[in-house]
């Protein structure tokens, strides 16, 4: 194990014994250095490490906000790093949709029983999913706009089922989920009729949201990204 590796061992060790806690300043590089008796350009990177992961953010200075403090979303810096995976292109399209549609339909049941007889708050919460779904059926959008529409729509969606992980995860997957989107629009023989039709199912899908019927959300969701996925050719064929 390399120095830096020990550094970010023990600071793992240390967050899960709570000897730190969320919003608290790490010791300078100087005082974490000597406590684990390595060099401070070993301390250095494990700090560079742990600030690209969204473990801690760092400010530079003297001042009161200067040095390394434990961010309160640490799953933040995971987007990244699933971003970059699939970046590389070593990550299979059926892998993405499948994953999209596994954590997508558990987060949409969740959001659901959420809402679950709080017609109000239901009101209140998708409103804006509400805005996105009627500017998604302006018949002038071209395909690009209209992936936006639909991603920040899912977004929403995702958001409301109140679990970070997931949200990280799946914002992660947001570009792998375009890049496979704009590709299978572009196998179909009519964009227009498919983008009614997602627009319909998207409507279903909010409209069990804002009903709390997490079953019927659930299945409207999953039908909706596997119904897309096999449409277009972009699913393997059998055999």
Request: proline content about 3%.
């Amino acid at each position: 194990m390399r120095t830096h590796e020990k550094v970010l061992a023990t600071i793992e060790a240390d967050l899960a014994a709570g000897r730190w806690a969320l919003g608290e300043r790490l010791p300078a590089e100087r005082a974490l250095a000597e406590q684990l008796g390595v060099s401070r350009p070993s301390v250095r990177e494990a700090i560079r490490i742990l600030e690209a992961m969204g473990i801690i953010r760092t400010a530079v200075g003297s001042g009161p906000d200067a040095g390394a403090v434990i961010i309160d979303r640490p799953a933040a810096g995971l987007g990244a790093a699933v971003r970059l995976h699939v970046a590389s292109g070593t990550l299979p399209v059926q892998d993405v949709v499948a994953t999209r549609e596994a954590l997508e339909t558990w987060a949409v049941g969740r959001a659901a029983d959420r809402l679950a007889g709080r017609p109000d708050a239901a009101a209140d919460l998708l409103g804006e999913a509400r805005r996105l779904v009627a500017a998604m059926s302006d018949p002038a959008l071209d395909v690009e706009a209209f992936v936006r529409l639909d991603q920040d729509f899912h977004g929403e969606l995702i958001r409301l089922g109140g679990n970070q992980l997931v949200e990280a995860i799946l914002g992660g997957l947001r570009s792998a989920v375009a890049s496979y989107v704009l590709d299978g629009a572009g196998r179909l023989a009519s964009w227009r009729a498919t983008a009614e039709r997602l627009c319909a199912e998207h409507q279903d899908i909010l409209d069990a949201v804002g009903r709390g019927d997490a079953s019927a959300a659930q299945q409207s969701v999953s039908r909706h990204i596997l119904g897309f996925y096999e449409e277009t050719g972009l699913a393997p064929s059998a055999g």
